[in-house]
């Protein structure tokens, strides 16, 4: 079990920002991918933004490129997710997420994941 624990979620209105943290335990390598995944209401869960740790290179969902970022202290063992100009589409559960399996796709391969228990993120209109 990988323990994984998110913060920072809350309710803001639309135009406003949050940032998300991950703690996570320490991992064994630096070949691991972090991510964050969010699920909305009556929607199936989906990939938002991922980190590869041993290099930094980051990728990110069309819908929130631009507006959000992701990064990780190795330091701290932590993830951050921040996230600007949200909007009320951007409403749901974000999870934290840690895989250690080579992936082309880190954002589709959701399998391959160990996960939070995730936090709750509201925008209002």
């Known amino acids: 079990q990988v323990p994984l624990v998110e913060s920072g979620g809350g309710s803001v209105q639309a135009g406003g920002s949050l940032r998300l943290s991950c703690a996570a335990s320490?991992?064994?390598?630096?070949?691991?991918?972090m991510a964050w995944f969010r699920q909305a209401p009556g929607k199936e869960r989906e990939g938002v933004a991922a980190?590869?740790?041993?290099?930094?290179?980051?990728g990110y969902a069309d819908s929130v490129k631009g507006r959000f970022t992701i990064s990780q202290d190795n330091a701290k063992n932590t993830l951050y997710h921040q996230m600007n100009m949200l909007n009320p589409a951007d409403t749901g559960i974000y999870y934290c997420a840690r895989a250690g399996t080579p992936m082309r796709s880190p954002l589709r391969r959701e399998e391959n994941y160990s996960w939070g228990q995730g936090t709750q993120v509201t925008v209002s209109s």
């Open positions: 980190i590869y740790a041993g290099d930094g290179n980051t």
């Open positions: 320490r991992y064994h390598s630096n070949k691991y991918y």
